[in-house]
């Protein structure tokens, strides 16, 4: 696996071959995810953020990648966001897809939980994904909202 090129992309973790998740690349790096053979893009970072890459699906589409738009809001995650999640995983199967968010805490949510319901990952395998950004840094720290919402994903 050829991902040493993204190592810069904010809080980048390869799951395998065919699935990266991260933080939100710049315009450049997203040049670096096509080389690195990526075919699609999902976004769990709804453009209205002030953080966000406004241009993103236009540059996506540009590099020659399929793109997936799913806004999740910080401060109110739901369960149709998840399914609309888990329906474009389904409809990228087989395609190197990259997935980020603004730092990778809504990703490693969402796809931990995906994997745990589609992929057949133990809550122990989700749980050390979930860590490896929340529990990195202080600031990261999953609060009321989030844990709840986790509940909810694993109920």
């Not at 080389?35 to 953020?49: D, I, K, T």
């Not at 490693?108 to 939980?113: D, K, N, Q, R």
């Not at 840094?137 to 709840?148: G, I, L, Q, S, V």
Request: aromatic letters at 10%; proline letters at 3%; charged letters at 20%.
């Amino acid at each position: 696996m050829n991902d040493a090129i993204l190592a810069g992309i904010k809080n980048f973790i390869p799951i395998d071959d065919t699935v990266g998740l991260a933080g939100l690349p710049t315009a450049a790096q997203f040049a670096a995810v096509r080389g690195a053979g990526y075919e699609a893009v999902v976004n769990l970072l709804p453009r209205e953020q002030d953080n966000a890459l406004k241009e993103e699906e236009a540059l996506v589409r540009d590099l020659g990648m399929t793109y997936h738009y799913i806004p999740v809001i910080w401060t109110s995650p739901q369960r149709a966001d998840f399914e609309t999640f888990c329906d474009a995983m389904r409809a990228l199967a087989g395609k190197k897809t990259f997935i980020h968010c603004a730092m990778n805490m809504r990703v490693t949510v969402f796809y931990g939980s995906y994997a745990m319901k589609h992929l057949g990952w133990s809550a122990a395998q989700a749980d050390a994904l979930v860590s490896r950004i929340w529990d990195a840094d202080a600031r990261y720290t999953m609060n009321d909202t989030w844990r709840a919402f986790l509940a909810s994903l694993r109920a």
